[in-house]
């Protein structure tokens, strides 16, 4: 079965870090961008990051830029990111997800996501 | 950035009934415009992708249609399992978006 399995939430103070990994399975990982995806408690969904499957190509929302850092490791199917500076708006579950390759995109929709995990930012 | 409003925010209905879920961008996305469904404790599913397709294993009674910058997903008759929140989302342009979403709730 694809799967992307999220792991590395967890509780931390302001100011902190935090590294998060997601562990792809089932398919050919380096063929693939991959996104992180977030979701504060009750609310919607916010674009985060992505990498293209060389990591040629990286991309990050404003509210991250210059304190989180998106890096893929394709001989261990991995993908990471590595939040410095966490501020409590940081809070929110993080979904590692796929993007979809179709005819003539390889950023296409995201068709995968993991399970997420949680970050909580607070003192 | 563009920006996707996603209307009503709550849709009441009956199992059996139609869902129509609005989502309007501020700019062209081209067709380049996603739906998810998300149920509580769970991540989001894709649904439908570049407008009008729907992803692998999603049931026909889901449809997605588009006129100039107004997208429309349409449920044609609501089962139990399709009460969730939907969302939009762009991938025309850096950043990408989605929409505030719309809890489609049992009536």
């Known amino acids: 079965e694809v799967q992307l399995v999220e792991s590395g939430g967890g509780l931390v103070q302001p100011g902190g870090s935090l590294r998060l990994s997601c562990v792809a399975s089932e398919f050919t990982f380096n063929s693939y961008s991959m996104n992180w995806v977030r979701q504060a408690p009750g609310k919607g969904l916010e674009w985060v990051s992505h990498i293209h499957s060389d990591s040629s190509l990286i991309y990050y929302a404003d509210s991250v830029r210059g304190r989180f850092t998106i890096s893929r490791d394709n001989a261990k199917n991995s993908l990471y990111l590595q939040m410095n500076s966490l501020r409590a708006d940081d809070t929110a579950v993080y979904y590692c997800?796929?993007?979809?390759?179709?005819?003539?995109?390889?950023?296409?929709?995201?068709?995968?996501w993991g399970q997420g995990t949680m970050v909580t930012v607070s003192s | 950035e563009i920006v996707l409003t996603q209307s009503p925010a709550t849709l009441s209905l009956s199992p059996g009934e139609r869902a129509t879920l609005s989502c309007r961008a501020s700019q062209s996305v081209s067709n380049y415009l996603a739906w998810y469904q998300q149920k509580p404790g769970q991540a989001p599913r894709l649904l439908i992708y570049d407008v009008s397709n729907r992803a692998t294993g999603i049931p026909a009674r889901f449809s997605g249609s588009a006129s100039g910058t107004d997208f429309t997903l349409t449920i044609s008759s609501l089962e139990p399992e399709d009460f969730a929140v939907y969302y939009c989302q762009q991938r025309y342009n850096w950043p990408l978006t989605f929409g505030g979403g719309t809890k489609v709730e049992i009536k």
């Open positions: 997800a796929r993007r979809q390759i179709t005819a003539g995109t390889m950023n296409g929709a995201f068709d995968i």
